[in-house]
């Protein structure tokens, strides 16, 4: 008998390889707003998942507007869609998952609205009992904040759910809110930077997590 009762997974990174949509739409968006300057891609490569604000500071890129910038990034992001694609195994899992007694969660940084849009259009959307984006008023990853919110909505306790992600918020959040952390290397940070926070297990491909959920 498994020790979880409900495994919420990260999006960019975890379930999607979606570096190069993301990347793409950046140079397109601040080449629109007339703010690009060249920039080292790998940075922000290795910084997905935190805000735009941290990246474009380090990238040393001045952004007058970032909810401007957010805005138009949205509305290009689709353009790009077709250089993302679902990693290896993973809409087999999820479904797998979803017709299983274990509950199926979603935790991203990327807008509410956004990250239903492009669950949909890799047709994984059905497969999760609830979906948990960017929205005001709710603090983000690694705040164990929007964790502790999903537990509520499953009525269960922190401790019985698993965290599945690639980058630090996602280990400390889990950690934060006292649950079990996934760490998955094939993502935006290496083995390195994510064995030092300590995760409960460091996985190296997707299919993998097949048989810690299913044994």
Known sequence: MKNFKAIVFDLDGTLTQSDETIIETTIHTLKEMELYKPFNVHILKGMIG???KEIFDEIDI????????????KGNYFGFIDKT???PGVFE?????????????????KGQVQAEKIMHHFSIYDFFDIIVGRVPGVAIKPSPEPLI?????FNLKTTDLVMVG???MDVLCAQNAGAEA???????RSSDVLSELKPDKLITDFSEINEMVFG
């Open 50 to 52: 935190h805000h735009f």
């Open 85 to 87: 694609k679902l990693y």
């Open 182 to 188: 996934w760490a998955v290397t094939y993502g935006y």
């Open 62 to 73: 001045f952004v007058p507007d970032m909810e401007e910038f957010i805005n138009v990034f």
């Open 149 to 153: 919110k999903i537990a509520n909505e």
């Open 93 to 109: 899992l999820l479904n797998k998952i979803s017709e299983s007694e274990i509950k199926l969660g979603l935790l991203t940084t």
């Open 166 to 168: 690639d980058t630090e």
